[in-house]
């Protein structure tokens, strides 16, 4: 039974080795430096909100692993940044650049509201209220013609 034991605790504690842990030799403290930056910076596509650093997916992985490659070439960070962005795009960066595409994201909705008042503010003063809404649709019986004047004395005789 204790040989049991003994050998379910060391199962238990051999799960641990599975933990991803980076054993990553930089040539300098500045290439460490800037490698934590990076993984810091770049986003996990398939996580989404969290950082490289701190996924455990395996595309961040990968892409941990390739920022290693590319310091250990010689890239700068920015050299980095724009690899990672032509291949995932610039939703790897949590700091996406002024672009069309993302000027219209900001603008439409804006615009959007502004018209919406617009038109409420406009239909609001189209639309007659109280007193010249009730005279609007009633016509005033001095202004009738000669067959609305028969047709409205039949109708208060109470003929029709």
Known sequence: M???MIFLTALLLSC????????????????????????????????QNNNIADSNAQI????RAKVFELLQEGKTKRDVVDYMVERYGH????????TPATLLLWILPCAFVVSGAWFVMRRKKAR????????????NPEN????ERRRLQSILNGKE
């Open 60 to 63: 961040a992985v990968d892409m």
């Open 91 to 98: 939703f790897v960066t949590y700091n996406p650049p002024l």
């Open 144 to 147: 009738l013609d000669d067959s």
């Open 16 to 47: 641990s080795v599975f933990a991803a842990i980076d054993a990553l030799n930089f040539q300098s403290a500045r290439q460490e430096e800037d490698y934590h930056t990076l993984t810091q910076e770049l986003r996990c596509p398939q996580c």
């Open 128 to 139: 007659p209220t109280g007193k010249t809404a009730q005279q609007s649709a009633v016509k």
């Open 2 to 4: 204790q040989k049991i």
